[in-house]
C-alpha cells in the first residue's frame, strides 16, 4: 500500500471517530444485562483500597488501559505523545495504534523513542495486524528493530476481519496467520496480546489463540466503535450496511473467555464498548484482569487535552472504589468473583 494511502486513511480515521456517530446502532456491549449484587452490610473501608494491578509483571495503579489507537502521521503522533502523558500521570498501560507505518521506515524512531521515554517505566504495547504479521514471517526483521527501537513491554497483535472485508484496498485474507503467530511468539521475546477491534473473540478462538503461546486476550468486543462503520463512511457507500453491528458483545465475549483461565494462565482485557466506569466495573466482574477503552479517551483528549484524559480516568478509579465498596469486595479480586447477577433472574 502507498504510504499515501495510508496517511490518508490514518487521518480519515481520527476525523471519523472524532465528529461521526460510528458507534454500534442497536446492538450493545451487553453491560446493561448486569447489576451488581448490593452488600447492605458492606465493611469495606474505602481509604484503605488499593487498585494497583499487575500488568505483565509490572505494577500499575488501576485495571485501566488506554486501548491501541492510532499513529504515523503529525496530529496522530501528538495524540499519543498526549496520551503518553496521562498514561504515565495514571500509571495505566497505554496502547500504541498500529506501527505498519514504521516498519522499514527509520524516520518514525524519533517519535516511538519519544513515546517511550515518555513513558518512562509505565507499560507501552506496540501493535501490529495479522497481515503484517503473516508477511512478515519467519524472520521478523523488521518488526525486530522496531522493538529494539521502542523498547515495548507487550506486542499486540490485531485481527480485524470484518474492517479488512469492507476497508478500501483492505487485506481480508488470513491464511497461515496462526502458523506465523506462533513463529512470531517465538522469536520476539515479549508478551504477545491478541485483540479484535470491535467484533469480539470467541471462547473458541480465544483457546486455540492460547494453545499457540498467546499471553493475553483483548476481546475488543461489540457494542463500541463499529469500525464496520467507519469503514462505510469512508467509502462513502451504503455497501456492508448488514456489518455495521456485527460482532459478539463485549460482556459475552469476556464472560465466556474468563472461563479459560481455569486452564490457562493469562491477562484477559474487557473491552469494546466500555464507556464509562460502571461498565468497566462490570468488565472486571465478569472476569477481565483490565479493562480497556479507546473512543471515550479519545473525545476525552480532544475535548479537554492531557488533563482531560488524566480526570476521566481518576473518575473511573473513584467510581471503581465506590462499587467495591458497595459490593463489599475487599480487593479487585474479590470483585471478579459472583458479584454480578443477571437481570434475566430478576424475575
Ligand atoms: C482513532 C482510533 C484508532 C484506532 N486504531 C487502532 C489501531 O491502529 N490498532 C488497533 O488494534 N486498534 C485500533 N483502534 C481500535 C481500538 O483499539 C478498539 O479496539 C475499538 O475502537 C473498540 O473499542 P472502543 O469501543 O472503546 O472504541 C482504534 C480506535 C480508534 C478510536
Not at 496520551?83 to 495514571?90: C, G, I, R
Not at 473473540?201 to 499471553?215: E, Y
Not at 474479590?334 to 434475566?344: G, Q
Request: hydrophobic content about 45%.
Amino acid at each position: 500500500m502507498q504510504e499515501d494511502d495510508l496517511q490518508e486513511r490514518k487521518r480519515s480515521h481520527l476525523t471519523l471517530c472524532e465528529t461521526s456517530a460510528v458507534a454500534f446502532k442497536a446492538k450493545t456491549a451487553g453491560f446493561e444485562f448486569y447489576d451488581f449484587i448490593h452488600c447492605a452490610i458492606t465493611e469495606v473501608d474505602t481509604g484503605a483500597l488499593s487498585l494497583d494491578s499487575d500488568f505483565f509483571g509490572k505494577k500499575t495503579a488501576a485495571p485501566f488501559i488506554i486501548s491501541c489507537m492510532t499513529g504515523g502521521v503529525n496530529e496522530a503522533d501528538n495524540i499519543n505523545l498526549q496520551l503518553a502523558e496521562a498514561a504515565k500521570e495514571l500509571r495505566i498501560p497505554l496502547g500504541l495504534g498500529s506501527l505498519r507505518y514504521a516498519l522499514g521506515n527509520h524516520v518514525h524512531d524519533t517519535i516511538l523513542r519519544q513515546i517511550r521515554g515518555a513513558m518512562g517505566d509505565t507499560p507501552v504495547m506496540a501493535n501490529l495486524g495479522a497481515a503484517q504479521i503473516i508477511s512478515n514471517a519467519p524472520a521478523f526483521t523488521q518488526v525486530l528493530r522496531l522493538v529494539d527501537v521502542l523498547q515495548p513491554d507487550v506486542f499486540v497483535v490485531h485481527v480485524n476481519p470484518l474492517q479488512e472485508l469492507l476497508q478500501k484496498n483492505g487485506e481480508p485474507k488470513l491464511t497461515g496467520f496462526l502458523q506465523a503467530l506462533e513463529q512470531f511468539i517465538k522469536i520476539i521475546g515479549i508478551p504477545v496480546i491478541i485483540k479484535e477491534v470491535g467484533s469480539g473473540i470467541a471462547k473458541a478462538a480465544a483457546k486455540t489463540l492460547l494453545n499457540c503461546g498467546v499471553r493475553g486476550i483483548d476481546t475488543a468486543g461489540a457494542g463500541g466503535t463499529s469500525w464496520a462503520g467507519v469503514e462505510i463512511l469512508r467509502n462513502n457507500s451504503p455497501e456492508g450496511t448488514e456489518f455495521w453491528d456485527w460482532g459478539i458483545p463485549t460482556a459475552y465475549s469476556i464472560k465466556t473467555i474468563a472461563k479459560l483461565k481455569k486452564k490457562f494462565d493469562f491477562t484477559l482485557i474487557g473491552s469494546g464498548g466500555v464507556n464509562t466506569p460502571l461498565e468497566a466495573a462490570k468488565a472486571l466482574a465478569l472476569g477481565a484482569n483490565f479493562a480497556g477503552s479507546a473512543r471515550i479517551f479519545f473525545h476525552a483528549l480532544k475535548k479537554g487535552g492531557v488533563n482531560g484524559v488524566i480526570q476521566e480516568i481518576q473518575s473511573w478509579e473513584s467510581m471503581l472504589k465506590k462499587v467495591l465498596y458497595l459490593t463489599g469486595c475487599a480487593s479487585l479480586t474479590e470483585l471478579s468473583r459472583h458479584n454480578l447477577i443477571e437481570k434475566k433472574d430478576f424475575h
